[in-house]
């Protein structure tokens, strides 16, 4: 059975950091490349980051450019989303999802809160 | 970045009634590389169609995909109790990839 298991959400001051983990399980991890997807309390989805299979390949969108960093450990099975310079706006539940285009398997997410 | 507006906002309909959702692209969406998702409160999306029209592994045959370009349409033919949710549809033939604001279908 395919499971995404996100952690390391929680409360973080603005300018803060906080490292998101996705534990993969159920399939090989280096088959896929991988999103992240955010949800903002109340809002719609936003598509955030992803990563080719190999880690040779990112791509962002343009509100977390140089502020966000996604990377992968195939040998762990785990997808990692490295996040700095946290704004209020970065506020969001935070779900890796399997695929970099459409996305079959989700996790259940992790909420981010930023705010002082 | 391709702009993807869904329409209505909300749709109030009965068991047994027929939606049709609608989201409109700003530019063409190149290959038809769009999916429909659909979303319960606290919960993850979950993947209805993708490339426009393929319905994916396990989703009843009452919802289909269909359009292309700039005009896409999410059809559930016959709404189940179950089908009232929230509904997005996203683009991935572009980057970047981008989602619409959400189609609310609710019971009347």
């Known amino acids: 059975e395919v499971q995404l298991v996100e952690s390391g959400g929680g409360l973080v001051q603005p300018g803060g950091s906080l490292r998101l983990s996705c534990a993969a399980s159920?399939?090989?991890?280096?088959?896929?490349?991988m999103n992240w997807v955010r949800q903002a309390p109340g809002k719609g989805l936003e598509w955030v980051a992803n990563?080719?299979?190999?880690?040779?390949?990112?791509s962002y969108v343009d509100s977390v450019k140089g502020r966000f960093t996604i990377s992968r450990d195939n040998a762990k099975n785990s997808l990692y989303l490295q996040m700095s310079s946290l704004r209020a706006e970065d506020t969001a539940v935070y779900f890796c999802a399997r695929g970099g285009t459409y996305s079959y398997y989700w996790g259940q997410g992790t909420l981010v809160t930023v705010s002082s | 970045e391709i702009v993807l507006t869904q329409s209505p906002g909300t749709l109030s309909l009965s068991p047994g009634e027929r939606a049709t959702l609608s989201c409109r692209a700003s530019q063409s969406v190149r290959s038809s590389y769009l999916a429909w998702y659909q979303q319960k409160p606290g919960q993850a999306p979950r993947l209805l169609i993708y490339d426009a029209y393929t319905r994916a592994t396990g989703i009843p045959d009452r919802f289909s995909g269909s359009g292309s370009g700039t005009d896409f349409t999410l059809t559930i033919s016959r709404l189940e109790p179950e089908d009232f949710a929230v509904y997005y549809c996203q683009q991935y033939g572009n980057s970047p990839q981008t989602f619409g604001q959400g189609t609310k279908v609710e019971i009347k």
């Open positions: 990563i080719k299979q190999d880690g040779s390949e990112k």
């Open positions: 159920g399939f090989t991890l280096s088959n896929y490349w």
